[in-house]
Nanobody, 117 residues
Framework: QVQLVESGGGLVESGGSLRLSCTAY????????MSWYRRVPGEARELVAS????????NYGDSVKGRFTISRDNAKNTLYLQMNSLKPEDTAVYFC??????????WGQGTQVTVSS
């Protein structure tokens, strides 16, 4: 059974940093494009960043460019999101997603990030 397990969320002051991790189980991790999304209650889910299967291509949402860095370690089946210069508006539940053409899309359960002002 495929599982994506996020960790690393928590409470941090404005300007601080956090690193999120997403570890995949029972998944051919190397094959998948991986992404981080976030959701604030009452709002649509927002794409934060994505990374190609081998890590050569990354994309970021405009609101996080220059502050967040997505990376992956295929040997550890793990996706990362380094978040620096955090702002209160970054407060959300963060989810990882695995996508591959022709296969089901998988989501993690989410990890809460709260940035205090």
């Amino acid at each position: 059974q495929v599982q994506l397990v996020e960790s690393g969320g928590g409470l941090v002051e404005s300007g601080g940093s956090l690193r999120l991790s997403c570890t995949a189980y029972a998944l051919l991790f190397n094959d998948y494009i991986m992404s981080w999304y976030r959701r604030v209650p009452g709002e649509a889910r927002e794409l934060v960043a994505s990374i190609s299967s081998r890590g050569g291509t990354t994309n970021y949402g405009d609101s996080v460019k220059g502050r967040f860095t997505i990376s992956r370690d295929n040997a550890k089946n793990t996706l990362y999101l380094q978040m620096n210069s955090l702002k209160p508006e970054d407060t959300a539940v963060y989810f990882c997603k695995a996508k591959h053409i022709g296969r089901p899309v998988y989501w993690g359960q989410g990890t809460q990030v709260t940035v205090s002002s």
